[in-house]
């Protein structure tokens, strides 16, 4: 079995794959200029420089730069906490809050941070937000609750929205308030004194 190259491919897919890269570059420079210069200061010009695109490019496929960066952060939380699924619900807690603290130690805190102050002041971002990044974190608590029901961890009146409330919150807290580590005994602290006890109430 061969493996085709981009060359060897049909015309369209060919264009696809190089978008696709493109896309990325794109995506990946408006997440690096957030941490540089903040949401404020990143100008479609620096952002055209910085992946090597040009801005008739970056506009044909993005009305401004705040549904870039909206999918921007979406596609790194998706990759980042992924689906959850260990069984248990102290298992999957764990996970959860293990994968956002790992994406947090990577550097998106302080990108997410910068999105958030940034969310205040622009509309447009805020709503992109809410829908496409936000929406699909309580979707995924939601999922991790309704599982739980299933087993008979929890009861069916338990509520998703207490760890989408909460963990951010947290974590936001410690790391970029109190600047101490999300460390094991944290993520025992968060899951057995504050999570269960408020789901299992």
């Known amino acids: 079995m061969t493996t085709s190259t981009i060359d060897e491919l049909p015309v369209e897919a060919a264009f696809s794959c190089r978008f696709d890269e493109r896309r990325h570059a794109i995506l990946e420079a408006a997440l690096e200029l957030i941490v540089e210069v903040g949401y404020e200061r990143m100008s479609m010009d620096a952002l055209a420089e910085r992946a090597h695109a040009s801005k008739a490019t970056i506009y044909r496929h993005?009305?401004?730069?705040?549904?870039?960066?909206?999918?921007?952060?979406?596609?790194?939380?998706?990759?980042?906490?992924?689906?959850?699924?260990?069984?248990?619900?102290?298992?999957?807690?764990?996970?959860?809050?293990?994968?956002?603290?790992?994406?947090?130690?990577?550097?998106?805190?302080?990108?997410?941070a910068g999105v958030f102050q940034a969310m205040r002041t622009d509309d447009a971002l805020a709503t992109l937000m809410r829908e496409?990044?936000?929406?699909?974190?309580?979707?995924?608590?939601?999922?991790?609750?309704?599982?739980?029901?299933?087993?008979?961890?929890?009861?069916?009146?338990?509520?998703?929205?207490?760890?989408?409330?909460?963990?951010?919150?947290?974590?936001?807290?410690?790391?970029?308030?109190n600047n101490e580590p999300v460390d094991q005994a944290f993520c025992d602290h968060l899951v057995d004194d504050i999570l269960l006890p408020l789901l299992q109430r």
Do not use: Y
């Open 62 to 112: 993005w009305d401004g730069k705040a549904a870039i960066v909206a999918e921007a952060v979406q596609k790194r939380q998706c990759e980042s906490l992924g689906n959850v699924d260990t069984g248990t619900l102290r298992g999957d807690l764990l996970s959860f809050l293990e994968e956002a603290r790992r994406s947090m130690a990577q550097g998106d805190g302080a990108l997410i």
């Open 132 to 177: 496409q990044v936000l929406e699909g974190k309580r979707i995924s608590c939601d999922a991790i609750v309704s599982r739980a029901v299933e087993r008979g961890e929890l009861a069916p009146t338990a509520n998703g929205e207490l760890i989408h409330e909460i963990l951010p919150s947290m974590l936001f807290m410690r790391i970029l308030v």
